[in-house]
């Protein structure tokens, strides 16, 4: 962690003082800090083990892409360093042949690293890259699954059955699933399918610059046991990833899932070369529209998430340097031409976008429930990605402002 602004292992003054002033609802007790001031000292060989070993949690990562890698590099400093937690960390790796033609599984064992997803990063020796699926979730009992949230419900089905009895589980995957009965968010789908309860961790989270220990703050939000979200506090923050605990699941999970609709149209704006007050006024329509999206479908969702990290600070780095951003103003550079798909494949590498499936899912959710008109912005995102508008409609349509009268009682959404 080299920044000059934010020296270690001192916390810097600035971000002490905004933490304090904002977080007094989500600080640990002080037990809880004697406790893992107890571990931290024990794990540096200062004072006696305060976890047994059938105490300790064992963690597993499901996934390990570009932000599982960096998880994993997070996770596996604190396990080492803290004595509730076993040191190594499994992460399942969807395997696959590098061009080498060696395993990706292998590599990462040998090296390390992650050389397909997270090259020049190590990752901790504690972490081992697992390619069978059941294995790695056997023996944990905190599970972290981070995969591009197309491939969950399959993962899931595999993971029936097979899970820990008692296990925790925290989603930081950005995206949600459009069934028969209405939207589910994925950390549902996990509670629903494997029967745990399941937290979520989002943020202003670009992983390459988390990798390399740039600052940056993420959010937990958790539904109702504040000690579990301090656990997953404790296990991912470090003096470069300061992370605070809300207790709002939906509201949460939904600003990281829509601001990637958001990215999108941004990155449109890009492609256009409209500027940056368009692209601020696109940023702001969407915001609202984020809000009044969560607030319909999760009445408890709050107003002051909108706030924490995962809000506006994600949909701004999203908006600014995200891959959805970026494969959107190439998209809106080729006139709408090339496809999404071609451009993903071409420019990622096999890294993942979500915010064009999540256009198309949350575009499912406003037509079956008539709610078009009300989110002209997600609308418009899904008409262009899907090449039925050009990208230039992204500034014309209908100057997105939403039509009250469409929905009765709307209007109170759109409210500040
Ligand atoms: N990368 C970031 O900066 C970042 C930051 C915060 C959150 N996220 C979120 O984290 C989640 C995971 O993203 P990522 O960046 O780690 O992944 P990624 O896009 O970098 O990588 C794609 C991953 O999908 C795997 N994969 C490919 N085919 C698969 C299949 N059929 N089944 C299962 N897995 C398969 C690949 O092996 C790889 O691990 C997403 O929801 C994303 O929005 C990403
Ligand atoms: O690169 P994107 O667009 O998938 O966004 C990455 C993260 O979600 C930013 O927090």
Do not use: E, M, T
């Given at each position: 962690f080299s920044s000059t602004l934010f020296p270690v292992p001192k916390r810097p003054a600035i971000v002490s003082a905004v933490a304090s002033f904002f977080s007094t609802t989500m600080a640990p007790s002080a037990p809880e800090n004697a406790s893992h001031n107890a571990a931290l000292l024990s794990s540096s060989g200062v004072g006696g083990d305060v976890s047994s070993a059938a105490q300790k949690s064992r963690v597993t990562i499901i996934g390990s892409g570009n932000w599982g890698s960096v998880a994993s590099k997070l996770i596996a400093s604190n396990t080492i360093k803290l004595?509730?937690?076993?040191d190594e960390v499994r992460m399942w790796v969807f395997e696959e042949k590098l061009p080498s033609g060696e395993k990706l599984t292998e590599v990462i064992n040998r090296t390390n690293e992650n050389v397909k997803y997270l090259p020049g990063i190590k990752l901790g020796k504690n972490v081992v890259a697992d390619p069978d699926l059941e294995n790695a979730v056997r023996d944990a009992n905190m599970l972290v699954f981070v995969t591009p949230h197309q491939f969950m419900e399959g993962i899931c089905k595999r993971l029936v059955g097979k899970v820990k009895e008692g296990s925790q589980a925290i989603s930081l995957i950005k995206g949600m699933e459009v069934k028969m009965e209405g939207p589910c968010m994925i950390s549902s789908l996990i509670s629903e399918q494997l029967g745990v309860n399941c937290c979520v961790l989002m943020g202003a989270n670009i992983a390459n610059e988390i990798a390399v220990e740039k600052f940056s703050e993420a959010t937990v939000g958790y539904r109702e046991n504040r000690e579990i979200a301090e656990k997953w506090v404790q296990l991912f923050n470090t003096p470069y990833f300061m992370v605070t605990a809300v207790q709002d699941v939906e509201g949460v999970e939904l600003c990281g899932t829509l601001k990637n609709v958001v990215a999108l149209a941004a990155g449109f704006v890009d492609g256009l070369e409209m500027g940056n007050n368009t692209k601020a006024a696109i940023m702001r329509i969407g915001l609202r529209e984020m809000r009044a999206f969560s607030k319909i479908l999760f009445p408890t969702v709050k107003d002051n998430t909108f706030f924490e990290s995962c809000g506006v600070a994600d949909l701004i780095t999203t908006c600014l340097g995200g891959r959805n951003r970026r494969v959107a103003e190439a998209f809106a550079k080729s006139g709408g031409k090339r496809s999404f798909d071609e451009l993903e494949a071409e420019m990622l590498q096999g890294q993942k976008l979500q915010g064009v499936s999540t256009a198309r899912e949350v575009y499912e959710v406003l037509s079956n429930r008539g709610w078009l008109e009300l989110f002209p912005l997600f609308a418009a995102v899904h008409e262009i990605s899907s090449g039925r508008l050009p990208p230039s409609a992204i500034v014309e349509y209908g100057e997105h402002k939403p039509n009250f009268s469409a929905v009765e009682g709307a209007a109170q959404y759109f409210s500040s």
């Open positions: 004595a509730s937690f076993h």
